[in-house]
């Protein structure tokens, strides 16, 4: 589907403003120490452009070839350097994914997943983050009759993550949110003990 939606120039997701969560961690006053950054639904790149434009190492994943070719255009136009992985979210390991990522992003990738494909990221993802790595996850909540993907709440965020994350807090972000009726939650959470 998101191959098509590309192919057709009907990217309603693209454009946005960034999440304040993500700001707050790259500029903020208690601003996370530049390191090595997963992009994970990284769409045409502006959230890895600029991450790496803010200094840290960045690696960003899509499974959408078009989307990766508009991104690499962006990119080497911003003279970023980012490294760029066709892959499954869901399989990162097997697609030659690995490290201590110190800020993983989620700008709409988990929300669109089924259940096993939730379970799925939630392993990648703490197989990829370092010890203290933060995650912050954007997305829909729990659809309620709206067309596209089918959110999720902080219970189910709790649920699926609890073991190994701490959720450190979320909001409604309606900045990010291309409908204000339907916004965006982002939430922030942080690695800890082994997986």
């Given at each position: 589907?998101?191959?098509?939606?590309?192919?057709?120039?009907f990217?309603?997701?693209?454009?946005?403003?960034?999440?304040a969560r993500l700001?707050?961690?790259?500029?903020?006053?208690?601003?996370?120490?530049?390191?090595?950054?997963?992009?994970?639904?990284?769409?045409?790149?502006?959230?890895?452009?600029?991450?790496?434009?803010h200094g840290?190492?960045?690696?960003?994943?899509?499974?959408?070839?078009?989307a990766?070719?508009?991104?690499?255009a962006?990119?080497?136009a911003a003279?970023?350097?980012?490294?760029?992985?066709?892959?499954?979210?869901?399989?990162?390991?097997?697609?030659?994914?690995?490290?201590?990522?110190?800020?993983?992003?989620?700008?709409?990738?988990?929300?669109?997943?089924s259940?096993?494909?939730?379970?799925?990221?939630?392993?990648?993802m703490?197989?990829?983050?370092?010890?203290?790595?933060?995650?912050v996850?954007?997305?829909?909540?729990e659809?309620t009759?709206?067309?596209g993907?089918?959110?999720?709440?902080?219970?189910?965020?709790?649920?699926r993550?609890?073991?190994?994350?701490?959720?450190?807090?979320?909001?409604?972000?309606?900045?990010?949110?291309?409908?204000?009726?339907?916004?965006?939650r982002v939430?922030e959470?942080?690695?800890f003990?082994?997986?």
């Amino acid at each position: 589907m998101f191959g098509i939606m590309y192919r057709v120039g009907f990217t309603p997701w693209e454009g946005h403003a960034l999440p304040a969560r993500l700001r707050a961690a790259v500029e903020g006053p208690t601003a996370l120490r530049p390191g090595r950054a997963l992009d994970i639904g990284c769409g045409t790149g502006d959230t890895s452009i600029y991450l790496a434009r803010h200094g840290w190492e960045v690696t960003a994943v899509d499974f959408v070839e078009a989307a990766l070719r508009k991104a690499r255009a962006k990119a080497a136009a911003a003279e970023a350097r980012i490294t760029w992985v066709r892959a499954d979210v869901t399989a990162l390991r097997a697609a030659g994914v690995h490290g201590e990522c110190q800020l993983i992003v989620d700008n709409g990738c988990f929300h669109g997943l089924s259940d096993e494909g939730r379970d799925a990221y939630v392993r990648e993802m703490t197989a990829v983050a370092a010890h203290d790595g933060v995650l912050v996850l954007a997305g829909f909540g729990e659809n309620t009759g709206r067309r596209g993907p089918r959110g999720f709440d902080p219970p189910e965020v709790e649920r699926r993550f609890a073991g190994c994350w701490t959720l450190i807090g979320h909001e409604q972000d309606r900045a990010v949110s291309n409908d204000a009726a339907d916004p965006i939650r982002v939430y922030e959470l942080r690695r800890f003990g082994e997986a």
